[in-house]
Structures are given as structure tokens and as C-alpha cells.
Nanobody, 115 residues
């Protein structure tokens, strides 16, 4: 079992920045990638950004140029730095880890963008 502990999130004004982080522990054998998904009220969960343990990132089109994902494989930690936040970025952000056993999920952290 992979345990994911998220930190960060909160309330931020439009145009400002915020970061979220997630540390994996437990059965992380064969960790291939970590990333972030989000789910807004009434919408399906969607990919925000993913990064392989080799450091190759993938971003959803709606965050390209605004969000940056990074990974520290020595600490099994993934971070997402979000710039130029918009109200439509408001959602619960879920950490995801992909291992040989499949996908694991964090409990989610709320990000609210509002003035």
C-alpha cells in the first residue's frame, strides 16, 4: 500500500501563486511517476500535471505556462507550483502515484482562488 500525504493548498487571490506538495511512503517499489489531478464541484476528476521519476513532465493544456511540477525521487515527493491562478482553478487537488501495483491517491487538498 502506498501512502500519500499532501500539504499546501488554501485560499489565494486571482493572479497569485500557491504550491502543493505530496510525499509518498510505504510500498513505493517501482515508482514510475507522480502527479496531480483535480476535481471541481460537479465536474469529473482531471489530470493537471504528471512527472516521471526520470524528470519528464506532462501538463494539461489549461495549465501550460502557469504551473510547474517537480519531483524529488530521494524523498518520493512531488510538488506543484501554481502561478497566475484563476477562479476556474478552484478545486480539490489530489496527489497520484503510479507504481507497478497501479495508481494510489491522496485524500486531496482544497485550492480556492477567490478575491
Amino acid at each position: 500500500q502506498v501512502n500519500l500525504v499532501e500539504s499546501g493548498g488554501g485560499l489565494v487571490q486571482p493572479g497569485k501563486s500557491l504550491s502543493v506538495s505530496c510525499q509518498a511512503s510505504g510500498a513505493i517499489f517501482g515508482l514510475a511517476a507522480m502527479g496531480w489531478y483535480r476535481q471541481a464541484p460537479g465536474k469529473q476528476r482531471e489530470l493537471v500535471a504528471l512527472i516521471t521519476t526520470g524528470g519528464n513532465p506532462h501538463y494539461a493544456d489549461f495549465v501550460k505556462g502557469r504551473f510547474t511540477i517537480s519531483i524529488d525521487t530521494t524523498k518520493a515527493t512531488v510538488s506543484l507550483h501554481m502561478n497566475s491562478l484563476k477562479s476556474e482553478d478552484t478545486a480539490i487537488y489530489y496527489c497520484n502515484a503510479k507504481t507497478v501495483s497501479g495508481d494510489s491517491w491522496g485524500q486531496g487538498t482544497q485550492v480556492t482562488v477567490s478575491s
